[in-house]
T-cell receptor, first 113, second 110 residues
C-alpha cells in the first residue's frame, strides 16, 4: 500500500530534550516536505527536499533541522524543543515537484512542556 | 507578501450545493490545489488547477481565475461525510513551496 509513515504519532516531551520525528515514504517520490499545523494558521511549511542531499527552508524553519540521506526518509529534528513548537506535524511527499499533489502522513502531535 | 484567504466556517444542508471561495496573492503562480481534511486526519488531495476554468470530478468541481487570483471549490449533493475542513493551497513560481490557506470548516447538517 502506497503510504507516508510518521513516527511517533503522539509525543509529550520537555523543553530542551532533543527529539526526532521520522518520515518514510514507499512511493519513490523525489519531493518531501514537513509542515506544522496550528489552529487559525493552517499548514505552514518548515523544510522541503527536492531529492537526496537537497534540502531547503520553508516559511518557518527556525528551531528545526532535516536531512535527506536516502530517498525514502526525511526525518525532522528538534535539537532543543521549546513550548512554541507544540503543534501537529505532517510529513508529505510528491512524485512531481511543481504540479504533483501532496501525499500526507497521518500526523505527529507533539507537546513540549 | 504571500497570502491566501478563505472563509473560516460555512454551514450547509445535506443534499444542497456549497461554494467555498479562495483568493490568493503570491509571488508568481504555478498551480492551485484543494485538499480535504477530516478532523484528526491528514489532508487528502481533491483537485488541481493550473489553467483558467472549471475542473469537474464527480460531485466536486474547482474553478480558477488567474487574473483575479481567485478559485472556488463547488460541492454538489452534499453528504454528511463532507463535513470537514477544505484547504486551498498555491504553488508560487518555482513550485518548490506550497502555501496553504487556514482552511474552511464545512458543517453539513441534516
Amino acid at each position: 500500500e502506497a503510504q507516508v509513515t510518521q513516527n511517533p504519532r503522539y509525543l509529550i516531551t520537555v523543553t530542551g530534550k532533543k527529539l526526532t520525528v521520522t518520515c518514510s515514504q514507499n512511493m519513490n517520490h523525489e519531493y518531501m516536505s514537513w509542515y506544522r499545523q496550528d489552529p487559525g494558521l493552517g499548514l505552514r511549511q518548515i523544510y522541503y527536499s527536492m531529492n537526496v542531499e537537497v534540502t531547503d527552508k520553508g516559511d518557518v524553519p527556525e528551531g528545526y533541522k532535516v536531512s535527506r540521506k536516502e530517498k525514502r526518509n526525511f526525518p525532522l529534528i528538534l535539537e532543543s524543543p521549546s513550548p512554541n513548537q507544540t503543534s501537529l506535524y505532517f510529513c508529505a511527499s510528491s512524485y512531481q515537484v511543481a504540479s504533483g499533489e501532496l501525499f500526507f502522513g497521518e500526523g505527529s502531535r507533539l507537546t513540549v512542556l | 507578501g504571500q497570502n491566501i484567504d478563505q472563509p473560516t466556517e460555512m454551514t450547509a444542508t445535506e443534499g444542497a450545493i456549497v461554494q467555498i471561495n479562495c483568493t490568493y496573492q503570491t509571488s508568481g503562480f504555478n498551480g492551485l490545489f484543494w485538499y480535504q481534511q477530516h478532523a484528526g486526519e491528514a489532508p487528502t488531495f481533491l483537485s488541481y488547477n493550473v489553467l483558467d476554468g472549471l475542473e469537474e470530478k464527480g460531485r466536486f468541481s474547482s474553478f480558477l481565475s488567474r487574473s483575479k487570483g481567485y478559485s472556488y471549490l463547488l460541492l454538489k449533493e452534499l453528504q454528511m461525510k463532507d463535513s470537514a475542513s477544505y484547504l486551498c493551497a498555491v504553488k508560487p513560481t518555482g513550485g518548490f513551496k506550497t502555501i496553504f490557506g487556514a482552511g474552511t470548516r464545512l458543517f453539513v447538517k441534516a
